[in-house]
């Protein structure tokens, strides 16, 4: 099953790429090299069909996705960013965990989300502690640069991502006091994992880290990372 939700995640990476690119394409008036990236967003699309049928999924989980890959207009292609990729991650998340039985003793790789459990945990598992803990800071910006489509880093992404004025994810509600003080607490944890925690790591070869430090890191990545993932659009 984890061969079986990498492959899917594989898959939802290319389509979310490629959607991004194709409806730049279209907004640039480029309708032919649209249609040329649609090509290939639908061999992808088929592939992660038959993914979902090989493992007798409903395929009705996977909603408007197909249609929106096949008709490939303006509106399909924001579909497809905004909601399309999400629901269908989030099913296959929940597959990939009712898959692991409830007595299985698999330790604390049970807490990670996804996202680091791909990126860090085979790091981890080898010994490579400070490859683990960067990558699984690196993989929770990735994610947060994916679902806003920013090109940006560290705390100008944090910023413009969480920002109180114009957020582009929001964590709770901005509507109450409760909901902007999350909203303000976690930019400021998301700025100071970037600062603290990655920085420190990708600029330097020496750390202190053991079994256990590394495992509190990737547990604390995964908090972050489901935060994102969780999080709405305006």
């Not at 939700?5 to 032919?32: G, M, Q, T």
């Not at 004025?165 to 902007?180: P, V, Y």
Request: hydrophobic share 45%.
């Amino acid at each position: 099953m984890l061969e079986w939700f990498l492959a899917v995640n594989s898959l939802l990476r290319e389509l979310r790429k490629k959607a991004a690119d194709a409806l730049a394409r279209i907004e640039a008036k480029d309708v032919a090299a649209a249609k040329l990236v649609n090509g290939y967003m639908k061999t992808d699309y088929q592939a992660l069909y038959r993914l979902w049928q090989d493992q007798g999924f409903e395929t009705a989980e996977m909603g408007n996705l197909g249609r929106h890959v096949h008709f490939g207009d303006e509106q399909d292609y924001r579909d497809i960013l905004e909601r399309d990729l999400l629901a269908v991650e989030s099913h296959a998340e929940k597959h990939a965990r009712e898959a692991v039985p409830a007595t299985a003793k698999v330790g604390f790789e049970d807490l990670l989300h996804p996202v680091i459990y791909e990126h860090a945990f085979q790091h981890y598992i080898n010994g490579h502690y400070r490859e683990a803990v960067l990558n699984a800071i690196v993989a929770v910006f990735d994610l947060m640069r994916s679902r806003t489509g920013l090109d940006l880093d560290g705390s100008s992404l944090v910023g413009e991502t969480f920002s109180l004025d114009k957020a582009r994810l929001i964590l709770s509600e901005l509507e109450t006091e409760s909901g902007r003080n999350d909203q303000k607490g976690f930019m400021q944890i998301f700025s100071g994992a970037y600062l603290g925690i990655r920085n420190p790591k990708a600029h330097s070869l020496a750390h202190d880290l053991d079994q256990i430090k590394a495992a509190q890191y990737l547990v604390f990545a995964s908090l972050l990372a489901r935060r994102v993932y969780e999080a709405r659009q305006p």
